[in-house]
């Protein structure tokens, strides 16, 4: 069970602080944390660091060291400034203008993720009695700073000031994850360190990379060269205007695969940042690429090409000893790469169609007494189960795995909702929940006449947001067994880097507070006050946001005088929405919506969205009314 930790803040460190509290006008911003904090408490005044600011970390704290460091190459790049890092000692008193992190007074009961967070108006003190928990009260600090912290170069004239604030903070859950699809489309090593920032900037904490399926395998093994050599690449790939078209193909050969090197500096820039790295390795389904690239493998006896095409395929692993050596092999060089406690294998969408056609396969359900293909699934599970628990490791597999029965160790994975986890933790197994009906990024984030083809269906931020991991349909006990949640992305209509920032950003925010805020923190109305500042905040770090939040949504219905009606709406419930209806661009001095529109078929209505302060954060929605519509 949760334990509730009550800390206790404290601005001192080793004593009291070097010097009384002075006076540095007033905090002229608005504080907006995204994920919500446990408890903050914000008292009138601020601090303004200045040029001569200088760190200190807690001495012999190596963890601590690396945070501050964090931290001071950050405000290097945005201010110019020298800012040094020191050791500091318990006996040491807190200067001016200095910035500590450190364990030292930290309370015993205090979560391992936990922080405090104290600005006065001499300094500020981050306690945490782990790195973690250090680093996501570093994250925090950020976020009080300037939004031009996140920038890439220097600022100019800008004041570096903090609100004078006392910070209590934890994670609700301990798995705080988010995924990435690069079996369809590969992503560079440079955008998932990128990916991975933006992870630990909303205080997430697992990656789970998703790096084999039907059209790729991209991970190195050095055993067996042809996985991606051969399985490495497809021929050419779907294009993504064809998803109610006729299937149009790009004709270009498409490929390529992550090194153990590169696999390595990966997990080793995210452990930096405090991320677990959770590879996913398919099987017994989704293993075209690698049937490809050793037919031996398969079930049919024939070698099938790469997929081109998405959705679910029937090439699936056979049963033969030779099949789980390989298996068990490439697990093994995956398990020296991803020091996490959990190696995820897949086990969704296995076709068995291949299983059931066959009489060598047939004949071996027999000979092991079972009696259907979801029991030689299951047996499938728990015999690669067996090698990874004599490696030290358990699996965790998506919720098809408790089909023909779980087994003994595994982890599951909740993604066709939520009913597979409700099983799962009633019998005592831990659950990580992923149901695609809020969690998943590859679906439309807004009306979907005005967004990139996607697959499936609408999941707006609010969607998003309101989802609580802990069903209650669980006891107290049986919702212990809850991890936490994960969104996952699928990239088979996301061919760029781009594409992807699209349909993550801003979701991910609604994402971290629900996964680290407690719920009596959450409050839809308050994050939905915090979001511009969030999108300003991506906008420093230049990822390519989707601004569907701030678009002007639109509904037309005819009238019984053979004009039309028009309701406009948006997702943010602004008030703020101002149009033209002679195909102007509109303005603040524009006609303000204020009730449904009545106009005239043909009419080219223009539509934007201001904020309550009277910024634009979206676009112009633009209409030609009509039957149509």
């Known amino acids: 069970m949760r334990k509730i930790w009550n800390g206790i803040l404290s601005v001192v460190l080793g004593g009291l602080l070097a010097c009384s509290p002075k006076p540095q006008g007033e905090y002229k911003g608005t504080v907006q944390i995204i994920p919500e904090p446990v408890s903050l408490q914000q008292s009138t005044g601020q601090l303004v660091l200045t040029e001569d600011l200088k760190l200190f970390a807690q001495a012999d704290n190596e963890e601590a060291n690396r945070v501050a460091q964090h931290l001071a190459e950050d405000l290097r790049q945005v201010t110019g400034w020298a800012v040094p890092v020191a050791p500091i000692t318990s006996d040491q008193s807190v200067g001016d203008n200095q910035i500590v992190f450190t364990s030292e007074g930290v309370a015993n009961d205090q979560p391992e993720e936990a922080y405090t967070l104290s600005v006065t108006t001499d300094a500020v003190v981050v306690r945490a009695v782990s790195g973690a928990g250090l680093f996501y009260g570093m994250q925090t600090l950020k976020q009080l700073l300037p939004v031009e912290i996140y920038g890439k170069a220097k600022a100019t004239e800008v004041e570096w000031s903090l609100p004078l604030v006392q910070v209590e903070d934890y994670p609700r859950f301990s798995w705080r994850g988010l995924h990435l699809d690069v079996g369809r489309n590969m992503s560079s090593v440079e955008f998932i360190k990128e990916y991975i920032d933006n992870m630990a900037m909303h205080k997430l904490n697992t990656f789970h990379w998703h790096l084999t399926d039907d059209q790729g395998w991209r991970i190195e093994i050095k055993k067996y060269p042809k996985l991606t050599e051969i ?158 628990n004599s490696k030290g490791r358990q699996i965790i597999g998506w919720d098809e795995i408790l089909e023909g029965g779980l087994a003994p160790n595994a982890a599951v994975m909740s993604w066709r909702g939520e009913s597979g986890g409700i099983a799962a933790a009633r019998s005592q197994h831990s659950v990580v929940m992923a149901p695609y009906q809020f969690l998943y990024l590859d679906y439309y984030q807004g009306d979907p006449r005005f967004e990139p083809t996607v697959v499936g269906r609408e999941l707006t931020m609010a969607d998003v947001y309101a989802y609580d991991p802990l069903p209650d349909s669980l006891t107290e006990e049986e919702q212990g067994y809850i991890l936490g949640a994960q969104a996952n992305v699928w990239t088979e209509y996301m061919p760029t880097e781009d594409q992807i920032e699209y349909m993550v950003y801003p979701r991910i925010s609604a994402l971290s507070e629900l996964v680290w805020s407690p719920v009596s923190t959450k409050d839809w109305e308050r994050f939905k006050e915090k979001l511009p500042r969030q999108t300003v905040r991506y906008a420093a770090l230049d990822i390519n946001y989707a601004k569907s939040l701030f678009h002007v949504t639109y509904t037309v219905s005819a009238d019984s005088t053979d004009g039309y009606q028009v309701e406009l709406d948006n997702q943010m419930d602004w008030l703020g929405m101002y149009y033209t209806t002679d195909g102007s661009e509109p303005t603040l001095e524009s006609s303000r919506y204020e009730s449904p529109l009545m106009v005239a078929e043909g009419t080219r209505l223009k539509a934007i969205l201001y904020a309550t302060d009277e910024t634009l954060y979206g676009k112009v929605t633009e209409i030609v009314v009509g039957a149509e519509q």
Not at 292 to 302: V, W
Not at 317 to 333: I, R
């Open 231 to 388: 399985g490495g690449f497809r021929k050419e790939s779907l294009t993504i205007t064809s998803r109610h078209q006729p299937k149009v193909y790009d004709g270009k050969r498409y490929g390529g695969f992550y090194t153990q090197e590169q696999i390595k500096e990966i997990v080793a820039y995210a452990a930096d940042r405090y991320i677990t790295v959770i590879p996913e390795i398919e099987l017994p389904g989704h293993a075209t690429a690698a049937i490809a690239a050793y037919p031996e493998l398969g079930t049919s006896g024939e070698r099938p090409e790469v997929e081109v095409n998405w959705g679910i395929f029937p090439d699936i692993f056979n049963v033969e000893d030779a099949t789980f050596s390989f298996l068990e092999d490439v697990l093994a060089e995956v398990i020296e790469l991803f020091p996490s406690q959990y190696i995820h294998i897949g086990g969704d969408e296995a076709m068995k169609v291949q299983w059931e056609e066959s009489p060598r396969i047939q004949a071996k359900m027999k000979e092991l007494g079972l009696k259907d293909e979801h029991e030689l699934q299951s047996y499938f599970i728990t015999r690669i189960e067996k090698f990874v």
